[in-house]
Each structure stands twice: as C-alpha cells, then as structure tokens.
C-alpha cells in the first residue's frame, strides 16, 4: 500500500526557515508528481509547491523565492524548504503524491496524502 510519511514541522521563529520531509513508500510510478498544500485555520487548502518527475517546480505566488521542493530519489523522499517564515505561514502542510499527469498545485489531482504536520510561525 502507498504511504507518506510526512516529519519535521513544529515551531518556527519569524524570519527564520522550515525544512519538510515525506517518504513514500508503496510507490512506484514511473512518472509522477509530489506537492506540499497547506490549510490555515478558518482558511481554504492551498497548494504551495509541486515537482514532476522529470524535476519541473512551480510555487505559489506568496512563496515564490522563498521555497524550494526536490525530490530525494534515493531516499524516496520529497522535500520542501523555506525561508523569511512569517506568520502568515502558519498552518497544517500536506504532502502528496500521484502517478502520472497532475497540476502541481492542484490538490484534486492527487491520489495519495500525508497525515500532516503542523507549522507555527512565532514571533
């Protein structure tokens, strides 16, 4: 069976940075894509930043140049660093996946989740 195991996450100070990390397991498409969402309280899911399996990305407008997303193919993993964290960051981050086609950012495309993990931005 397929499994994201999603680690890392907690408190973060404001203006400083968050790095994620999910293992999959039970998956072995061929092509694919990964993405990490995120839903704040009272607030919609939305997604933040996808990877293909030939490593195209795409952001979020409110991340773009401070998120990265890769893909560890040895360890299975995909990854998703930030940095300048700020309040407005704070929320519960998803990851997931899916074989074949999906937009990125799209979370009705994906098959497979994470079980979360929640991220608080302090100052």
């Known amino acids: 069976q397929v499994q994201l195991v999603q680690s890392g996450g907690g408190s973060v100070q404001a203006g400083g940075s968050l790095r994620l990390s999910c293992t999959v397991s039970g998956f072995t498409y061929s092509t694919y894509c990964m993405g990490w969402f995120r839903q704040a309280p009272g607030k919609e899911r939305e997604g933040v930043a996808g990877?293909?399996?030939?490593?195209?990305?795409m952001y979020a407008e409110s991340v773009k140049g401070r998120a990265s997303i890769s893909i560890d193919t040895t360890k299975n993993t995909v990854i998703l660093q930030m940095t300048s964290m700020d309040s407005e960051d704070t929320a519960m981050y998803y990851c997931a996946a899916r074989g074949g086609y999906a937009y990125p950012l799209s979370e009705h495309d994906f098959q497979y989740w994470g079980q979360g993990t929640q991220v608080i931005v302090s100052s």
């Open positions: 990877v293909d399996f030939d490593g195209s990305t």
